[in-house]
């Protein structure tokens, strides 16, 4: 008797345990993938990016660079099917071959933000202004204007895409 109770007990205890809500992990664990969101007649793809960083004086500079970075390597899957997702460099280890070169390219203040843009301004200036506004905006995405013809133009000219 007292086997099947402490059974009957030990029952109820996993049911009570597995039905308990599920656990939300931190969104900066996160990794959410680059969307289109529509392509202008100029060829320019209008993105949405995340950044993947806590900092809030990095938030939308991280969020550039993520977005160029998947125009670059790794191509636009996600959201409409009306953007270009093949990749502008789709050689193997290109990344990796010139190193040197991206590591400058996307270093804080370098050429990247040539072709990427905040859409709305707005988010910009309130980020500037008001850091509570940051620190809520941490795990947003943004929406970014990358000039792709000519980041495309950009590789082609400093010898890393091959016509």
Same mark, same amino acid.
């Given at each position: ?73 790794? @191509?636009? +899957? ?5 953007? /270009?997702? &093949? ?6 280890? =290109?990344?990796? $071959? ?42 947003? @995405?943004? +929406? ?5 013809? /000519?980041? &495309? ?6 010898? =890393?895409?091959? $016509?």
């Amino acid at each position: 008797m007292r086997k099947k109770l402490l059974c009957a007990g030990l029952a109820v205890l996993l049911i009570y345990a597995s039905c308990s809500a599920p656990k939300k992990v931190a969104n900066n664990y996160y990794t959410h993938k680059t969307e289109c969101v529509s392509v202008e007649l100029d060829g320019t793809q209008i993105v949405n990016a995340w950044s993947n960083t806590a900092e809030t004086v990095t938030v939308i500079e991280q969020a550039k660079k993520n977005a160029i970075n998947d125009i670059l390597f790794g @191509g636009i +899957v996600e959201g409409k099917a009306t953007c /270009d997702v &093949k990749p502008i460099l789709a050689q193997a280890n =290109i990344k990796a $071959q010139n190193e040197a070169y991206f590591n400058k390219f996307f270093a804080d203040g370098g050429e990247y933000r040539n072709y990427a843009f905040i859409k709305d301004d707005q988010v910009e200036l309130n980020f500037s202004k008001d850091p509570e506004y940051a620190k809520r905006m941490i795990n947003s @995405g943004f +929406v970014i204007k990358i000039k792709k013809p /000519d980041l &495309k133009q950009k590789m082609i000219a400093d010898g =890393i895409l091959k $016509q």
